[in-house]
Nanobody
Framework: QVQLVESGGGLVQAGGSLRLSCAAS????????MGWFRQTPGKEREFVAA????????YYADSVKGRFTISRDNAKNTVYLQMNSLKPEDTAVYYC?????????????????WGQGTQVTVSS
């Protein structure tokens, strides 16, 4: 069982930066690949980024590539999402998730555990 708690969301102007954190409970954190997803009202949750267990492999949605960076610190049981050059269309609730799959995946249904989400609002 893994419990995930996101933090770091907030209100930022377009062009600004935020860093989201996701703290995981349990001693098996390093065995899970991690992902970030986001959702806006009335839309389906969409994939943002994923990172493998070691942190050596990452995968990004085209919409955030070059602006967002996912990373993890297994000693701290935490995964991060550094978001730069934020745009109003990045406004959403951001969720972190954990998957037992070895290969990186962008598919929501392949993630086993989810956090409660943190709101990110980018003003124009």
């Amino acid at each position: 069982q893994v419990q995930l708690v996101e933090s770091g969301g907030g209100l930022v102007q377009a062009g600004g930066s935020l860093r989201l954190s996701c703290a995981a409970s349990g001693r098996t954190f390093s065995s899970y690949a991690m992902g970030w997803f986001r959702q806006t009202p009335g839309k389906e949750r969409e994939f943002v980024a994923a990172i493998n267990w070691s942190g050596r492999a990452t995968y990004y949605a085209d919409s955030v590539k070059g602006r967002f960076t996912i990373s993890r610190d297994n000693a701290k049981n935490t995964v991060y999402l550094q978001m730069n050059s934020l745009k109003p269309e990045d406004t959403a609730v951001y969720y972190c998730a954990a998957t037992a799959k070895v290969a990186l995946t962008m598919y929501e249904y392949e993630y086993n555990y989810w956090g409660q989400g943190t709101q990110v609002t980018v003003s124009s």
